[in-house]
């Protein structure tokens, strides 16, 4: 149980920090405002969550 809980705070901490980079960095940024970068920048967060909750599967499978 211990492990589920300090994988979900590294998820939450890891989301955060993004979100703070995206919300406080990317005005730095000299990125174009178009509809393909905002769509590349909204969907990096999910699409690394997704990421690491399958490798987090695909190793609970080849463990057990």
């Known amino acids: 149980m211990n492990e589920k809980i300090s994988f979900l705070i590294k998820?939450?901490?890891?989301?955060?920090?993004?979100?703070?980079g995206i919300k406080y960095l990317a005005p730095y940024l000299s990125i174009p405002s178009?509809?393909?970068?905002?769509?590349?920048i909204v969907m990096i967060l999910p699409l690394m969550?997704?990421?690491?909750?399958t490798k987090k599967l695909w190793d609970n499978l080849s463990n057990s």
């Open 11 to 20: 998820i939450i901490i890891g989301s955060f920090l993004i979100s703070l």
């Open 34 to 40: 178009n509809n393909i970068n905002a769509i590349i």
């Open 49 to 53: 969550i997704t990421l690491f909750l």
